[in-house]
């Protein structure tokens, strides 16, 4: 079937609607829940505290160094459910599908999201396809939306955080806004910029099993980290202090913003994460995460300075302090 | 703030994204869960089962007679969890927006979701917000995710028909079909036909009130009555057989389909449910349907005929018996 093109029919509700949902999705997909085939999934009892998040994904190109928009939607609601300490389980896939996009093209990617659901342990359970004209959409947005379940002893919140509170980072910023911009404006870099799209929810239960005491974890995806430290401090009413020397940032990246003009600080990441926690635990986290692929430069950044009032601050590497506010107007659309 | 237009900074995940959220999203939405603005929703255990629905809306025109894509969108996951027995409680809710659009247009859309919301007893926790460069999509889509929890002697699947059960209908067909297309054609018909876009999560409680021995629930939307009927046959692998003259449809529905070359059996509703359940339970569960507004109208279409074999057949007002196959093709793009 890789020859052939999505047509309206496909989204009809009818009878190639039921074809591609057997062939293709109940293929890749395939788990005793989907294969109901019910208006909507039916899911078993559990005691614990559900966490629930949603996220449309409309990244171009729909293909980019290091992942597509497959893996990147099923990694980004993992990850939103791992920053609420859930262990992710159950999700619901939506594709809005223009019509024309090649069959193998979808292909591809429902393959990359069952890869990356059978490697966070999560099932795709229920779902809905609309095709519409061409030129009503470009190309495939999907939206994922997912469910986890949080331990009883877990009460990771973003008004949480507290005054000497430790900020870590688990690795280098800015790689996917780098990555997607190359692929999308076919820059020639001296070396390909990858996309850190990953699923974070292993790291985080590892953190946990360090210290249920973290206070805070955040991903920051759009806006980056100047704009996820921004919203904490605002949810907490706290200031933050970060030292602009301790904040990572791969060579290429750095490079890449100073030539474009670019702030990595405001730059998309897929596979970061930013917590709080008491600093009597930071180092054996550290020592923890540094043991995980995806924590291996995993550094303190900042901390908690004062509370009453919400600002983020950043120690320049000249000794210099400057206030840094939230992404204002757009760096990059269409990144996630 | 009704002259102003989406920018794709509103999309950014910076100031005027937080600004968006914090002055519509909250204000309209406004419930204790979502104003925490976490990554996702934190909800709590519960000891039922959970049904788990979605669907995105790319309903066009955005407003159309008898409502909006805001209100569908609700609707529609509400009667997804409901064909499942459920009770719909917790809803995400994910905008995709064209740079364009106004913030009056989208202010409306957003009021009727939180007045749907409050109608079925839903409360929106949790969201995401997107917006693409002009061209990129066409207006408004939004995809709504929904929970909702199942009483522990409901056994309601698409797999469950039994021979001799007899099928039910709570109302005049096809109304959806013809309501948008009218919008969209700018037909000028001799009487508005005004779509059925309704909630049935109540209705459906009712029936279940009169017997929980109600074995498929069903919405025929896209697709309509037709493809849904033998979407039920394939799963129970059972012989349907439903009664022309018994199929209720508005004058003005079958008139329009009969110039335009329509088949109502294969249009789009969204108010409508149909229900398999033994005989004996079938005239209660019919009188307590109509004392429901949504149901007034009631009334059984066919039964089931045999076991063993996937087909549905429709005894015509003439006499004949002709087999009903699923839709095969389009009949309207974009319908929901």
């Known amino acids: 079937m890789t020859d052939q093109i999505i ?10 609607t039921n074809q591609l949902i057997r062939s293709l999705f109940l293929k890749y997909f395939n788990n005793s829940i989907l294969n109901q085939l019910h208006d909507g999934a039916i899911l078993p009892q559990t005691k614990k505290r559900i966490a629930f ?8 190109p729909l293909f980019f160094n290091g992942g597509n928009i497959g893996d990147l939607a099923i990694h980004g609601t993992v990850n939103d459910l791992a920053m609420c300490g859930a262990i992710p389980k159950y999700f619901s896939v939506s594709f809005l599908i223009e019509e024309g996009v090649t069959l193998q ?3 591809q990617i429902t393959c990359s999201m069952a890869e990356a659901s059978r490697r966070t342990g999560v099932e795709i359970v229920t779902g ?3 095709v519409v004209n061409k030129g009503d959409i470009d190309g495939i947005f999907i939206n994922t939306t997912g469910i986890g379940f949080i331990d009883n002893d877990v009460h990771i919140h973003p008004g949480s955080a507290q ?7 688990n690795g280098p910023i800015g790689n996917h806004g780098i990555s997607i911009l190359a692929s999308r404006e076919n820059l020639q870099l001296e070396e390909n910029v990858i996309s850190d799209t990953a699923p974070l929810a292993e790291l985080v239960q590892e953190m946990l099993s360090v210290t249920k005491e973290i206070h805070v974890l955040r991903d920051p995806t759009r806006g980056g980290l100047a704009t996820a430290l921004n919203e904490i401090a605002q949810s907490s009413q706290v200031e933050i202090e970060v030292l602009e020397e301790k904040i990572p940032i791969d060579t290429m990246v750095r490079d890449t913003c100073k030539i474009l003009g670019y702030d990595p600080l405001y730059l998309a990441n897929e596979g970061k994460l930013i917590a709080f926690l008491p600093e009597q635990f930071a180092e054996k986290a550290l020592r ?6 995806l ?5 303190i950044i900042g901390r908690v300075i004062a509370s009453g009032r919400a600002e983020v601050f950043l120690k ?7 206030l840094l506010g939230m992404l204002s107007g757009e760096q990059l659309p269409r990144i996630c």
Do not use: F, H, P, W
């Open 105 to 107: 093209t979808l292909e």
């Open 295 to 299: 924590g291996e430069q995993a550094t």
């Open 53 to 60: 998040s949603t996220d449309s994904y409309t990244v171009s």
């Open 163 to 169: 005054v000497n509170d430790v900020i870590i980072v």
């Open 128 to 130: 809905d396809t609309k």
């Open 316 to 322: 320049t590497d000249i000794g210099g302090k400057r």
């Open 7 to 16: 047509t309206l029919d496909y989204g009809s509700g009818g009878k190639l």
């Open 288 to 293: 923890r995460m540094r043991g995980n692929k």
